[in-house]
């Protein structure tokens, strides 16, 4: 055959009666409302399957004559009525409020470098992204003032193809755009928006696509445009792909761009929130902002840092986005110049202690007021990491706060349990009880029997996935049907009672996929008794350049090859949001073994929890809240031993307990079957499961915690930071470089007579310290006295103001307090000084402290 050939698509035309599909494939809803997508296969199931679940994809390439026929169907357009006016009642504000509220005026813009919302929508790599998605569709439930900033990449993150031996192959597609749920964004007068980045030597142009997620908006910068060299059309092609210079210039485009493109939309935050480090180029937008409007460089930062929320997901150092600091000199030098500041001191601003490097995290800490990680360990862990930005305060009390994250239910809730949980728990429906632990209980109303069948038939669902997946992996890679049908013997969707634990996320080194072929003959004992078999479903991506995560990848292949693990063990390629949605609804067991403290938190496990299957996991991350033991458990726990043995040994250990609490727990449970065929223990497991877990590990919780703790905080901040030409921006700054300059010379000494060291209870000493302020004011400081016993944590009605008292011939200030305990026994008390203003978002957010 030859010729050329032409490539011409044809699109349908939706009938009158349909028009409105349009607008349904328009809004990212779809992700997270079943009744939506289920209208859209119910078109062209194949088709639907084959373009990847995209709503729009179908519309445009669907035959004429079934949209036709569609249109004449009285059943498709009762469902369809059902849908929309579903949808309808979705977009109208409830009268009862969900959350809550911000005030009129506000508005929050969250940046992230990816989005998962959906498979029909590929700019997300992980559970960074998702959670993002997270939390803009639970936004759109909650009704917030919210807008969404990211990148549209051309070809997203990669395509995962497993060969036989167990070699990743990443591919790469370009999307086409007008298949994806993105529309150009508008101005009023019609016009598409266009913004412009300069880079070093040129004009970037920016294209910006705007998506619809239920009532809130996300819009996506694209820097593929014709306008634009190949080198810059380049810049969003691949998510978290090309070198330094490509992320920091996707980098700059996200931050920067972002900033402009809100601003042209008339759009005006009064909250900024950065979530994880890629984005807080945008701080250096907002300065140059506000210094157009005329404030100097300390003023305008102290006001962009006043609303500015950052999260951090990321537990160890080297995981911090940083740049070489010649590459900021180069792409910022006349940024710096614009906005009144040295490139020493912009410098500065991502520098950490000792080291010659640019970091995004440690510039995000610094110009923000609120700052979180995601799980309390993880808490723990940011606020060591991050010590050096508050040098002078133990990192236990510094400003890194937390917020666990939590899942955006609907999206992951298998439609079965839905139907249920719609009649079951209680009235009032589950959806508008998110939060509320007592609605919960409920499951636990569901009789056993019918709780075990549905998991049975999620089961089900997943198998005939897993199985689709991996025959069509075998038959690319040539295999036998005689061999597919050994390995998926186990597998079975008729008969879905084997023991079948899953296993999927990215395959970072971390999170130690393998960990549990450290003993492989204790491991085949387990897995291969033929009354109790158990079957291994693996998943996950591993980044193209990190090369252990591959040969983990390689590694579990190999194991899958050995006869004696056959049908045992079974890796999926191709993880994506559709395959995770059905394994963390359908497998019995959610394994996740990191290797501790280096999962921030992890939320995989939590969308196992809500659909009833037990999460088997180290306490590490949002587990280490989420874990309930003893009698009443929700799971099983793997505690993590000494960080101070080596990995080796950590593996070896705790890959035992994995093994003890896999062979004399877990097995044993799940094959204890009653003479219904079910095993009531488990039943009872998994109903607590869910009942404790999702009530509290939900978005819905998430996004409430953020708003009341930080949003709420940093708009109220924003609005008083800008009365009278932001007169409380350049009141703080100047504060704080008075105390900056005077702060070395600041000393405190025990001024009192002797030290008493035993008295009765009801007694009381006298505390008397002398303060040199080195020319600051009592008012800049505040003196305090901590009470406790030994070692223990102070309690804060243990924390004691002293008072002045006057000035002594040497210019130091006295500071006095009558100290009466109410504790008896062996104590201790200390005394400190720090900086304080009534403006500073945390008292020690300035970092500096004297003790006695
Ligand atoms: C939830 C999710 C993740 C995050 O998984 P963790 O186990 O929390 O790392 C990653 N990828 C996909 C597709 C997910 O749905």
Redesign the pocket.
């Known amino acids: 055959m030859s010729g050329t050939r032409y490539p011409l698509e044809v699109n349908p035309l939706l009938p009158a009666r349909l028009a409105r599909l349009d607008e349904l494939a328009n809004d990212l809803r779809y992700s997270w409302d079943r009744p939506t997508r289920d209208l859209f296969a119910q078109l062209h199931n194949k088709l639907w399957r084959a373009v990847g679940h995209s709503p729009k994809a179908l519309l445009k390439r669907i035959d004429q004559h079934l949209l036709d026929e569609a249109a004449e169907n009285s059943e498709f357009l009762g469902s369809m009525a059902r849908v929309l006016s579903a949808y309808d009642s979705y977009q109208v504000r409830p009268s009862r409020e969900i959350g809550p509220r911000m005030a009129e005026g506000d508005l929050i813009a969250y940046f992230c470098a990816e989005f998962?919302f959906h498979e029909s929508l590929p700019i997300?790599?992980?559970?960074l992204?998702?959670?993002a998605g997270d939390h803009c569709k639970t936004a759109s439930d909650m009704h917030l003032p919210f807008v969404g900033v990211g990148l549209l990449y051309r070809q997203g993150y990669f395509q995962q193809t497993i060969d036989g031996e167990g070699r990743q192959a990443a591919t790469y597609h370009d999307s086409d755009f007008d298949e994806l749920p993105v529309a150009p964004a508008v101005l009023d007068s019609g016009e598409a928006l266009h913004i412009q980045v300069e880079l070093p030597g040129r004009m970037v142009e920016v294209k910006v696509w705007q998506v619809r997620v239920g009532v809130v908006k996300l819009y996506l910068l694209d820097t593929d445009l014709e306008q634009n060299t190949p080198h810059d059309r380049d810049i969003a092609h691949r998510l978290y792909g090309g070198d330094r210079t490509t992320r920091i210039e996707q980098e700059i485009i996200l931050g920067i761009g972002g900033v402009r493109a809100l601003k042209v939309l008339g759009l005006h935050p009064t909250v900024w929130h950065i979530n994880e480090g890629h984005a807080a180029f945008l701080v250096l937008e907002r300065i140059r902002q506000l210094v157009r409007q005329g404030l100097d460089f300390d003023s305008a930062f102290e006001a962009a840092a006043s609303n500015m929320v950052f999260t951090t997901h990321t537990p160890v150092p080297a995981g911090h986005d940083h740049f070489a600091e010649d590459m900021i000199r180069h792409y910022f030098e006349s940024c710096a110049n614009e906005i009144g500041c040295s490139i020493e001191s912009l410098l500065a601003l991502g520098r950490v202690q000792g080291q010659q490097e640019f970091n995004m995290t440690t510039l995000a800490l610094r110009s923000s007021s609120y700052h979180n990680a995601v799980s309390r360990i993880h808490g723990e862990v940011s606020s060591r990491i991050c010590k050096d930005i508050w040098p002078q305060i133990d990192p236990d009390d510094n400003p890194m706060d937390y917020v666990t994250n939590g899942?955006h239910v609907p999206s992951?809730l298998s439609e079965l349990w839905r139907d249920i949980f719609d009649r079951a728990p209680a009235p009032g429906g589950w959806s508008q009880n998110l939060t509320d632990a007592g609605y919960w209980q409920g499951v636990h109303t569901i009789p056993d029997h019918q709780f075990w069948s549905t998991r049975q038939s999620i089961k089900a669902q997943m198998l005939h996935l897993v199985r689709a997946r991996i025959s069509e992996q075998h038959a690319r890679n040539h295999g036998s049907q005689a061999h597919l049908d050994r390995l998926l013997k186990l597998a079975d969707p008729d008969n879905p009672n084997v023991l079948t634990i899953g296993f999927?996320?990215?395959f970072a080194t971390y999170?130690r996929a393998t960990l549990l072929f450290k003993n492989l003959d204790w491991l085949r004992q387990i897995v291969s008794d033929p009354e109790r078999p158990v079957v291994f479903i693996f998943a996950?991506k591993a980044h193209p350049a990190d090369e252990p995560g591959q040969a983990m990848i390689r590694r579990i292949a190999e194991v899958a090859a050995m006869p004696e693990f056959e049908a045992h063990i079974l890796m999926v390629e191709g993880?994506?949001?559709h395959?995770?949605?059905r394994l963390?609804a359908g497998v019995d067991v959610w394994l996740?073994n990191p290797l501790y403290p280096l999962?921030a938190?992890?939320?995989?496990?939590?969308?196992a929890a809500i659909n009833g299957v037990i999460n088997l996991s180290v306490l590490d991350?949002w587990w280490g809240e989420g874990y309930q033991g003893g009698d009443g458990a929700n799971g099983w726990a793997i505690k993590p031993v000494s960080s101070s043995y080596d990995e080796n040994r950590r593996d070896y250990e705790e890959a035992r307990t994995f093994y003890e609490l896999l062979q004399d727990k877990v097995s044993p449970l799940y094959y204890d079957r009653s003479p219904m065929g079910y095993s009531p223990g488990w039943v009872a497991m998994a109903k607590r499961s869910i009942a404790t877990i999702a009530p509290h590990f939900n978005s819905m919780r998430m996004v409430s915690e953020y708003v009341t703790k930080f949003y709420q905080p940093a708009a109220r901040r924003w609005s008083h930071c800008r009365e009278s030409d932001y007169a409380c921006a350049r009141r703080l700054s100047e504060w704080k470089a008075r105390i900056g300059a005077a702060w070395s010379g600041v000393t405190l000494r025990w001024a009192g007579e002797n030290i008493q060291r035993r008295i009765r209870f009801g007694e009381s000493i006298h505390i008397e310290v002398a303060l040199q302020l080195n020319k600051l004011k009592p008012d800049d400081v505040r003196v305090e006295l901590l009470l406790s016993r030994p070692n223990a944590v102070v309690r804060p009605q243990h924390c004691f103001k002293l008072a002045r008292q006057g000035r002594n011939a040497d210019g130091e200030d006295i500071y006095g307090l009558e100290l009466t305990p109410d504790i008896c026994g062996k104590i201790e008390y200390r005394i400190r000084v720090y900086p304080h203003h009534e403006l500073l978002p945390h008292p020690f957010e300035m970092g500096m402290m004297v003790w006695l």
Request: without cysteine; aromatic residues 10%; positive net charge.
């Open positions: 998962g997300y790599s992980g559970g992204g998702i959670l899942i992951f999927a996320r990215r999170k996950g993880y994506d949001l395959l995770s949605r963390v996740n999962e938190s992890g939320t995989s496990g939590m969308k991350g």
